[in-house]
């Protein structure tokens, strides 16, 4: 989900309507993929984790650790829109179902990247590793978002790659001092 280019003296009217509404739909998705991401790496380093003395594994593994990141995906997501659809009713002067649709597409998209790949390291590692690497993939969505925010500002890859790496970075902290201050 790209955000529009180009600058407001390159549209015509109609364009310029049509580029607002895109950029519209973008910050929606874009804030559903930092909004869930934040929630999803503060739940899981709630949740008990890491190897205990005896070799077993403390907290959800497997398709419980998914259980756990697709819920809180669906019910974020559906809370978000049940919200969104009474705001939008109250500000707006008419219906804008068209855009309101595209809005919550949106949303629904950002929601279900997340949760997808935050569920990467459960296919991929073993119990004992895919625990720690959820939290550092919610970090690098975080920080993979902020790029893309910041590139839709019109700065330059170089700098927002520089933005993004350092959200990534705080992000990264956050998760590192979960794994820390658990004791594993």
Same mark, same amino acid.
């Given at each position: 989900?790209?955000?529009?280019?180009?600058?407001?003296?390159?549209?015509s009217?109609?364009?310029?309507?049509?580029? $607002?509404?895109?950029?519209?739909?973008?910050?929606?998705?874009?804030?559903?993929?930092?909004?869930?991401?934040?929630?999803?790496?503060?739940?899981?380093?709630?949740?008990?984790?890491?190897?205990?003395?005896?070799?077993?594994?403390?907290?959800?593994?497997?398709?419980? $650790?998914?259980?756990?990141?697709?819920?809180?995906?669906? #019910?974020?997501?559906?809370?978000?829109?049940?919200?969104?659809?009474?705001?939008?009713?109250?500000?707006?002067?008419?219906?804008?179902?068209?855009?309101?649709?595209?809005?919550?597409?949106?949303?629904?998209?950002?929601? +279900?990247?997340?949760?997808?790949?935050?569920?990467?390291?459960?296919?991929?590692?073993?119990?004992?590793?895919?625990?720690r690497?959820?939290?550092?993939?919610?970090?690098?969505?975080?920080?993979?978002?902020?790029?893309?925010?910041?590139?839709?500002?019109g700065?330059?890859? #170089?700098?927002?790659?520089?933005? #993004?790496?350092v959200?990534?970075?705080? +992000?990264?902290?956050?998760?590192?001092?979960k794994?820390?201050?658990? #004791?594993?």
């Amino acid at each position: 989900m790209n955000p529009p280019v180009g600058t407001p003296a390159d549209w015509s009217e109609h364009d310029e309507h049509d580029h $607002l509404e895109q950029r519209r739909v973008w910050r929606e998705g874009t804030t559903m993929v930092l909004y869930l991401s934040i929630v999803l790496l503060g739940t899981l380093a709630a949740v008990p984790a890491g190897e205990v003395e005896t070799g077993t594994i403390q907290g959800p593994t497997g398709r419980h $650790l998914a259980a756990i990141i697709v819920g809180t995906a669906l #019910g974020l997501a559906l809370a978000h829109l049940f919200a969104f659809h009474i705001a939008a009713h109250g500000v707006a002067r008419a219906p804008r179902r068209g855009q309101e649709f595209e809005e919550a597409r949106a949303q629904l998209i950002g929601a +279900a990247l997340v949760a997808t790949l935050a569920c990467v390291p459960i296919l991929l590692l073993s119990p004992a590793a895919e625990q720690r690497a959820v939290l550092f993939v919610l970090a690098i969505i975080i920080g993979g978002a902020d790029f893309s925010v910041e590139r839709s500002k019109g700065r330059s890859r #170089g700098l927002s790659a520089a933005y #993004g790496l350092v959200t990534f970075l705080i +992000a990264l902290v956050v998760a590192a001092m979960k794994v820390a201050l658990a #004791g594993h």
